[in-house]
């Protein structure tokens, strides 16, 4: 089944505690991002790489890195998560192909950071 | 202001009711994205265009590229069909996606 898996779901954490949020997908894509979503302010783009080894900054980079070592792979890291980071995050992604920009979403992590 | 605005952001509906959600937007585009996210959290795509107008079962989007314009019309509306709906658009220029803030749905029986 095609899909965009991460983990974990849940997470609860405290301020300065690094955690890394895993995402997977399994359609060869070469494209993949990191979104989170707050109320009232929709999806917001943290990060996003074009293929292996390419990554580059959305609109909300600050306090998070990524990597991309694989294609299937791109993990979300928080060195030193803050409160403000409590969020719900999504991965997602989709063929570079101009003629096909679907996205796939994973289900969603919801990190609160106290 | 908003560079993708969706109206109404709350709407709540009778069973077999007709429903149609709005999506303007600013900035110049090469597609339309309409997604889904359910209570679960979960978001998934339900159409992506950049001209005129798709079907899909009971769901049927349109976009009119002079007005700036997308709708999102459900036919014969059911309970499943609550969730929150999304309207995205890929700018031209940067090629980044830039998403509304949803609109809510909920349709009683």
Known sequence: EAQVTQNPRYLITVTGKKLTVTCSQNMNHEYMSWYRQDPGLGLRQIYYSMNVEVTDKGDVPEGYKVSRKEKRNFPLILESPSPNQTSLYFCASSFVDSSSYEQYFGPGTRLTVT | ?109
């Open chain 2, 1 to 109: 202001k908003n560079e993708v605005e969706q109206s109404p952001q709350n709407l709540t509906a009778q069973e077999g009711e007709f429903i149609t959600i709005n999506c303007s937007y600013s900035v110049g585009i090469s597609a339309l994205h309409w997604l889904q996210q359910h209570p679960g959290g979960g978001i998934v795509s339900l159409f992506m265009l950049s001209s005129g107008k798709k079907k899909h079962g009971r769901l049927i989007a349109t976009i009119n590229i002079q007005e700036k314009h997308s709708s999102l019309h459900i036919t014969a509306s059911h309970p499943r069909d609550s969730a929150v709906y999304i309207c995205a658009v890929r700018s031209y220029n940067t090629d980044k996606l830039i998403f509304g803030t949803g609109t809510r749905l909920q349709v009683f029986p």
